[in-house]
């Protein structure tokens, strides 16, 4: 018999405990996120590295690997499989001959937040919730919103007064119900507890619910498939909850049970911003979680998460593939945004040119040689950014003498 997924239990990825797939369930009894778990043997049966290649190019020719068990559910917005390109005109600038950029920026809603949510709600529409609430930086609100109303369901949003424009735009013009709140994303998600408590709406906040992260797995999943099966030496991933990473980690876990990748893992590498940086100074004290950041501040707001949730795995990634975490400063970042469309062409989003202007220090540092071949995830399209950007070309008003 087949099956459209081989999801077979949820574990916690903190005590171990399992808990079976068909309830709408949040964290694990002690806390911990729960992680989805596959029939790996069954799996490995029906799929094939092979059988992938005539499939849709978007991110639903995974579903055996992802959650949803009826393909009925699914909710798409055409997750397309996102393109890799290489820099070699910055990479060369930065001493890399190698460097590849994944661009996210691509996606629905314009960043790889997409992933999360068309997975996430197709789940939340298969276990028949009635509403969701997200706590958002922004990125994850606007994506949440959208697939939300694919999908014809309700959704609430609370985000950080100071939060970008753009996507708090994107989730009120989506429909969503939008609230703004004198604080961080900490404080957003201890609202949207509070609000659920009340109108039994489904709390997707990051690792709240298990599902959006079978998303975001998509990206290492594609990354695995787009190298070959054989895996760059180095990622680079901007962090702010570390979804991103924990998910790339999980595939790359996932493909390495079907022995479809084998070898060391590529070494992983947090980018952070100096004003919001816990994971990079828990790193650097070789401690296995972090102490809550005080006033983040960054103009990558993506990455103003001041305690990441998962901040235990991301740690023991970093240890394990023998990573490395690093800052870099707002005027870095700037610097390099405006570098990489210059020389590139190439909109990336402040969060993507942190992690560009981080594997550039790197090489400085001598931690990546010349020839290694690097990825770095461009998490969203800088065009969302662009009325913030640092505008250097030349802008003349044409008058008749100037002609
Ligand atoms: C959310 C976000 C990030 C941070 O990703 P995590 O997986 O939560 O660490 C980075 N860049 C952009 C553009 C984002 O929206
Ligand atoms: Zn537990």
């Known amino acids: 018999m087949e099956f459209f997924s081989y999801l077979h239990h949820l574990v916690c990825s903190s005590c171990q ?5 068909d309830d709408v369930i949040e964290t694990c009894r002690c806390g911990a996120p729960l992680l989805a778990e596959y029939n790996y043997d069954s799996l490995n049966q029906r799929l ?13 020719r995974y579903h055996e690997m992802l959650p949803v068990l009826d393909p009925e559910n699914v909710v798409s917005l055409d997750e397309h499989m996102t393109g890799l ?4 005109r910055f990479g060369t600038r930065h001493g890399l001959s190698n460097l590849v950029v994944k661009n996210e920026g691509t996606l629905p809603s314009g ?3 997409a992933r999360g949510s068309a997975v996430g709600i197709s789940k939340a529409k298969e276990l028949g919730v009635k509403g969701i609430a997200i706590p958002t930086n922004g990125n994850a609100g606007a994506a949440w919103a959208l697939y939300a109303a694919r999908a014809g369901m309700p959704a609430i949003v609370v985000m950080p007064e100071l939060a970008p424009r753009v996507p708090m735009t994107e989730c009120q013009v989506s429909g969503a119900d939008v609230f703004l709140i004198d604080g961080t994303i900490r404080d957003a998600g201890t609202a ?32 695995a498939e787009q190298f070959q099966w054989s895996l760059p030496d180095v990622i680079v991933y901007p962090t702010g909850g570390g979804a991103g990473i924990i998910g790339i980690y999980k595939a790359f876990r996932e493909l390495r049970e079907l022995g479809w990748i084998e070898g060391p893992l590529p070494r992983l590498v947090v980018v952070q911003s100096v004003g919001c940086s816990p994971l990079v100074r828990a790193f650097h004290n ?39 975490a690093l800052t870099v400063t707002d005027a870095e970042i700037l610097k390099a945004q405006n570098q990489v469309v210059r020389l590139e062409g190439l909109h990336v989003c402040p969060e993507g040119a942190a992690a560009l202007a981080g594997i550039a220090k790197l090489r400085e540092q001598d931690w990546v040689h010349a020839d290694e071949r690097v990825l770095v995830i461009n998490t969203g399209s800088g065009l969302k950014y662009i009325d913030e950007a640092v505008a250097e070309g030349k802008l003349t008003h044409l008058t008749k003498d100037v002609i």
């Not at 094939?48 to 639903?60: A, N």
């Not at 390109?85 to 070699?88: E, K």
């Not at 102490?291 to 990441?308: C, H, I, L």
């Open 111 to 113: 960043t790889f937040k």
């Open 17 to 21: 405990m399992k808990y079976p797939i």
């Open 192 to 223: 949207v507890s509070q609000m659920v408590k009340k109108n039994q709406f489904y709390n997707v906040s990051t690792f709240n619910e298990p599902y959006r992260l079978e998303g975001k797995k998509t990206m290492g999943l594609e990354i």
């Open 286 to 324: 070789k401690e296995r979680t972090t102490v809550e950041w005080d006033n983040p501040e960054t103009v990558a707001f993506g990455m103003r998460v001041p305690k990441p949730l998962g901040d235990f795995m991301i740690l023991d990634y970093l240890y394990e593939t023998n990573g490395t």
């Open 48 to 60: 094939t590295k092979k059988s992938l290649q005539d499939r849709p190019q978007t991110l639903w």
């Open 85 to 88: 390109l290489p820099m070699n």
